[in-house]
């Protein structure tokens, strides 16, 4: 499976983006995605992710109530829209997917990784 992430860019606080990560691949359907980020100098760090089915979705507290995540299995991509963004949400989004049961917020349980998209927020 690869993975595309798309959609970032610059926006101001308060403001809104919707991020994509299509697959390649006849098998996203059997696998859970998530989304993580990375700013300068921090790890990366869980975001929200959806199951495979889209029926579960979890997410970080930090994010949580503005941020929502979703998922079109039949153009296998999945969508995080973003809203009432902060500065602290700027970072390197990165789109991921795992076939194996497991934690769906930890990166270390994903076997496939997008390029990432840069998210800039200015206050």
């Known amino acids: 499976v690869q993975l595309q992430a798309s959609g970032g860019g610059l926006v101001q606080a308060g403001g809104s983006l919707r991020l994509s990560c299509a697959a390649s691949g006849r098998t996203f359907s059997s696998k859970d995605v998530g989304w993580f980020r990375q700013a300068p100098g921090k790890e990366r760090e869980f975001v929200a992710a959806i199951s495979r089915s889209g029926d579960v979705t979890y997410y970080a507290d930090s994010v949580k109530g503005r941020f929502a995540i979703n998922r079109d299995n039949a153009k296998n991509t999945v969508y995080l829209q973003m809203s009432s963004l902060k500065p602290d949400d700027a970072a390197v989004y990165y789109c991921?997917?795992?076939?194996?049961?497991?934690?769906?917020?930890?990166?270390?349980?994903?076997?496939?990784w997008g390029q990432g998209t840069l998210v800039t927020v200015s206050s």
């Open positions: 991921a997917a795992k076939t194996i049961l497991g934690s769906i917020t930890t990166s270390i349980e994903y076997d496939y």
